[in-house]
């Protein structure tokens, strides 16, 4: 066994004394050692019930012969680090997150490990870890928050994007703050990851797609009690991949990964999954170039409305099938591979060959998608020649194409400001720059602005552009992770306000209507903006992250 190396021998006998300090028994230190790497705490609420989730592992690995030894990582929710300088650090937290859990595994020598995440980059940070290590692994989210009622039509379900876009109602005076209030009292009535389809019920639904969680992981409620017992089978799952040595390279292999990415197309997932797979895909020593984004997106169609684009929530999801469901509509058609082996022991072919989708308005068939092609493009041209990305499914048709005027903000807030203000004119291109990996820090999420647009109703007439990046709960024209960032000197440093931006989702392009040699001058006149965080993780952080286009992974 691994973990032999510090529990067997007369010369590891002060290391068995200290874990006897902890209160395992000789026949406990004797058994395979299983970490459990528990991000519970009591500032999300996605992670709020996590002590319960891994209370059920321990007893699955117990049943299963194991031992579990539980450890902690930090988490951040995205939600409240919104549009503040916390949200520096989110897509930051990721890379702490992976190297935590390294050192605590080759510190402590687990012989397997069960990773507990459930909120936007615990995920990723989570699987890059895994990847990393390569023992047997298996994850086991808390899984999602059931959606609100709206306190005016209990018909209507809501959820937290609701009460972002009321923010902009309110702005805009077409809302009361007490409906505001009434709104914000109700949207989020569970624990769990927020209720649609937004970053991290997309990296816990891609989990179990690329086979490294169970089925079910992405789409049973957190507070449901079905939630309990798969924890259970996760800690026993565990065992069986270590009795088989079947670890996460042998799970996520490249084929696996296309499997994922098509079904993030089918159900229209966040924007923010193409950072993660490519940071993922890079642990494994694998990549995912940006052009297979297209090339799978223009093969499977977008067969879920799901909020924010649509008006389902994971648990309509969850109730026709889920991701197991839409894993067969597609193996059905020859879209996905099924000799992939999974977290189960068992390949994909053979965890679905019984699998029914329950619900056919909320998986529709491949024959009647809601779109012919997937949920996310990525975009080419001379503002953006490394690539960025929209979320093509939650765009209303008339700004699929469009050409308008730029207006140019070096920073969120300002750009919000001028949004809140009334300021922007429909047909406009907004651009936020110097929001970046390395000039935002840390690429901020823009879920406050881009709410506020919709919020307003200016998302079917305004488009945003930037090189940070959007929450899985944007929708309308927001392109993000503009690579090569402005923070590099590049074109996006050059746009200046009344620019002409053309964008075309169809085309896959996005254009800034300048000359080259007009750009080159801008150019030759630019100066790098003074670092906006000089001490501290981030300022070490942004001096050693990638580009967007690169999956924003350390150098």
């Known amino acids: 066994m691994r973990s032999d190396i ?19 028994t000789d026949e406990e230190i004797a058994r395979p050692l299983v970490g459990i790497a528990n991000s519970a705490n009591e500032l999300i609420p996605g992670h709020m019930h996590l002590d319960q989730i891994v209370t059920a592992i321990k007893a699955g690995i117990r049943m299963a012969g194991g031992t579990p030894m539980e450890f902690s990582t930090i988490g951040i929710c995205d939600g409240i680090a919104m549009n503040h300088a916390g ?33 936007d980059k615990i995920v990723p940070g989570m699987l890059m870890a895994a990847a990393r290590l390569d023992i047997p692994a298996i994850c086991i989210s808390g899984g999602p928050m059931l959606p609100g009622r709206h306190p005016l039509d209990n018909s209507k379900k809501i959820d937290l994007i609701s009460v972002f876009e009321a923010v902009g109602a309110v702005k805009s005076g077409k809302m009361s703050e007490s409906e505001m209030e009434a709104i914000e009292n109700a949207a989020c009535p569970t624990c769990g990851s927020c209720a649609g389809m937004f970053t991290a019920n997309s990296m816990n639904c891609l989990t179990e797609a690329i086979g490294m969680g169970l089925p079910g992981n992405g789409t049973v ?44 197309m089918a159900l229209g997932c966040s924007t923010n999954t193409v950072l993660h797979l490519k940071a993922i895909a890079h642990e494994t020593g694998l990549d995912i170039p940006l052009e297979l984004i ?15 684009g649509g008006s389902d929530h994971i648990l309509d999801l969850y109730d026709a099938g889920g991701i197991q469901a839409v894993l067969k509509t597609l193996f059905d058609e020859g ?75 070096d920073s969120e807030e300002a750009a919000t400001e001028a949004i809140m203000a009334n300021t922007i004119n429909k047909g406009d291109v907004i651009v936020i720059r110097y929001e970046g990996p390395a000039g935002g820090p840390g690429m901020r999420e ?54 002409l931006i053309k964008i075309d989702i169809p085309a896959k392009t996005i ?25 501290g993780y981030m300022a070490r952080y942004a001096r050693q992250v990638t580009s967007a286009g690169n999956g924003a992974v350390f150098a």
């Open 6 to 24: 510090a529990k067997k021998g007369i010369a590891r006998a002060p290391h068995r004394s200290l874990m006897k300090a902890v209160g395992f």
């Open 87 to 119: 949200m520096h650090y989110s897509l930051a937290s990721r890379e702490l997150i992976a190297d935590s859990i390294e050192v605590s595994a080759m510190a402590h020598p687990f012989d397997a490990i069960v990773m507990v995440p459930n909120c």
């Open 221 to 264: 409620p957190g507070p449901m009690s079905e939630r309990i017992r798969l924890a259970k089978k996760a800690g026993m799952a565990v065992m069986e991949l270590l009795n088989r040595n079947i670890t996460p390279r042998k799970i996520m292999t490249e084929t696996a990964f296309r499997n994922a990415l098509a079904v993030d």
């Open 294 to 308: 297209n090339e799978v997106s223009s093969k499977i169609p977008h067969l879920c409305s799901l909020s924010p």
């Open 335 to 409: 879209m996905v591979d099924g000799s992939c082996i999974t977290a189960t022991g068992r390949t994909v072919a053979q965890n679905i060959k019984d699998v029914k989708v329950k619900n056919s308005k909320v998986i529709r068939p491949v024959s009647d998608p809601y779109h012919k092609q997937g949920g996310l493009a990525v975009l080419f041209g001379n503002i953006a020649p490394e690539g960025c990305v929209v979320k093509q499914s939650a765009v209303k048709e008339e700004m699929l194409r469009h050409q308008g005027p730029s207006r140019v903000f």
């Open 446 to 499: 823009m879920l406050t602005p881009t709410s506020a647009i919709a919020g307003m109703g200016l998302d079917g007439d305004v488009a945003l552009i930037t090189d940070g990046r959007f929450s899985g709960g944007t929708k309308g024209a927001s392109i993000g992770h503009i690579s090569p960032e402005a923070m590099q000197g590049s074109v996006l440093a050059a746009v200046q306000e009344g620019d």
């Open 511 to 535: 254009e800034l209507l300048v000359s080259e040699s007009e750009i080159k001058e801008r150019l030759s006149c630019w100066k790098r903006p003074e670092p906006k965080i000089k001490t």
